[in-house]
């Protein structure tokens, strides 16, 4: 097979395909719909009916009606004697060589005219006015005056179409008044209805193409956008030092463009935490030495000066140590173990008590999740002493949301501030703006816990409740 064979198709290619041939059907189904034929209108009304129902209140019988044949205008004597162009033998001869054919204008005609509208007799002291649309017509006027016995001047008509169909017969709506001495008498068309049937029709077929494309559109859409949900979640649950997740392989030409970035950006991303990792690591090797000197070289100082000397290489040497842990969590897989969340917090809560550090913990319902015990048992940790730090005692519990627990770590202090909350979670930012590393810590724990929450799958938010600040940690149940 040929490399063009093989190339994937564009998704503007689909899009394309998809919206001809949407416009395709559509056009199809308006020519089928157009070439049934006209919209189809209202009957005539014969002049003999109008004057019949404005003296009698009632129609002309149907077998009277009938005789007003619905043909084809021009066909000698197709509207009853008296109407139409006189009989020629050429013409006749004509129209029956086009019947012997299967050529019947009748039949054609009697498909696009439906019933006559239906007449309404009212009567009225004041000359009636015209409905919308409506215009004075006097030809009307004197024949109707002329079918009902009355002077031309005593009867008024308006009508809203000017076509005329034949010699005594009205097409559209219309107003007819007529005044007998001593009231109008009024006939009128019934007025149409807000949807007719040729638009209901239309309408119908419209419909009708709309739910034949939705499922193939429907399909086709899913088609192109299901590799990209893939990527999309596999591109969210990526992180530095975890493999990348399951890609889609197949797809349009833009998708499979897009994965092959995504996974070269993910694997520069890796090469570059990496380094990092190393490049510290080095770091914290090569300082050593030199803190070791110095801190030969004060020994030497008097006490007061030797033990502030002394605290200061602590502090350095702890500011390295958490730096170090920071970049292993964010570079290094977590262990997948199961484990019962329960029994990991009270063990961490009664080895703070076991240290003086006033932790309480509220039971909650059985969680099991996966993750590594040991990242976790420090994650808790970090959020347990800042809680004391700065809230004078820890108060843990959770809850099952879902497929998801929900751990809350209440304290008593201050808070935090909501537009800066989130600031809290970057590296060396302190809540305390003190340079204290009593109260104010190296910068790096929230860090920690936030890297440790997303590797496990989880989140990290903090909050406030009547009494303090609250963090809540969310982390996924095990499957």
């Known amino acids: 097979m040929s490399p063009v064979a093989n190339r994937p198709r564009s998704i503007a290619a689909s899009i394309f395909a998809l919206v001809i041939g949407a416009v395709l059907v559509m056009a199809t189904a308006f020519v089928a719909v157009t070439f049934r034929g006209p919209p189809p209108r209202p009957a005539p009304q014969l002049v003999a009916n109008i004057a019949h129902v404005m003296t009698t209140g009632k129609s002309l019988p149907a077998a009277t009606l009938a005789a007003f044949r619905m043909t084809a205008r021009g066909i000698p004597g197709a509207f009853g004697p008296g109407f139409g162009p006189p009989r020629e033998p050429g013409p006749e001869r004509a129209f029956a060589a086009a019947f012997r054919h299967g050529f019947d204008p009748e039949r054609r005609l009697r498909a696009s005219i439906t019933a006559p509208r239906a007449l309404q007799r009212t009567f009225s002291t004041t000359r009636p006015q015209p409905r919308r649309g409506e215009q004075p017509d006097p030809q009307l006027a004197e024949e109707v005056a002329a079918a009902i016995g009355l002077p031309a001047a005593r009867v008024v008509a308006y009508r809203d179409e000017k076509m005329v169909f034949a010699p005594g017969a009205v097409v559209g709506g219309f107003t007819i008044g007529a005044f ?50 893939q990527l999309g979640a596999t591109a969210a649950a990526a992180r530095v030092g975890a493999p990348l997740g399951p890609v889609p392989q ?60 002394t605290a200061d290489i602590d502090e350095m040497r702890s500011m390295l140590g958490a730096t170090l842990r920071l970049t292993r969590d964010e570079a290094v897989t977590p262990a997948d173990q199961r484990i019962d969340f329960g029994s990991l917090l009270d063990s961490l809560v009664e080895d703070m008590r076991v240290a003086g550090a006033p932790a309480t913990l509220e039971p909650g319902p059985r969680a099991i999740v996966r993750g590594d015990p040991g990242a976790l048992r420090r994650l808790f940790g970090n959020l347990v002493e800042n809680a004391v730090r700065y809230g004078d005692k820890a108060m843990l519990s959770w809850r099952i949301d879902g497929r998801m627990v929900e751990i809350a770590i209440d304290d008593s202090g201050p808070g935090f501030d909501s537009a800066s909350a989130d600031r809290l979670f970057e590296p060396f930012v302190r809540g305390d703006p003190s340079r204290n590393r009593e109260t104010g810590g190296t910068g790096l724990g929230l860090a920690i816990v936030r890297s440790i929450a997303e590797a496990h799958g989880g989140s990290v938010s903090l909050d406030n409740h009547d009494g303090g600040g609250r963090v809540r940690v969310r982390l996924p149940l095990a499957t």
């Open 180 to 229: 007998d001495s001593q009231r109008w008498r009024v006939v009128r068309t019934e007025a149409q209805p807000f949807v007719s049937q040729w638009q209901l029709t239309m309408f119908a077929a419209v419909l009708a193409v709309m739910v034949l494309l939705a499922g193939p559109a429907w399909l086709i859409a899913r088609a192109i956008s299901r590799p990209l949900r």
């Open 250 to 309: 197949g797809g349009a030409a833009e998708v499979r463009n897009l994965t092959r970035a995504v996974s070269a950006m993910h694997d520069r991303l890796t090469r570059h935490a990496e380094g990092r990792t190393v490049m510290l690591a080095a770091i914290a090797h090569d300082l050593g030495t030199p803190l070791s000197r110095i801190a030969f070289w004060i020994e030497q100082l008097p006490e007061a000066a030797r033990i502030r000397a």
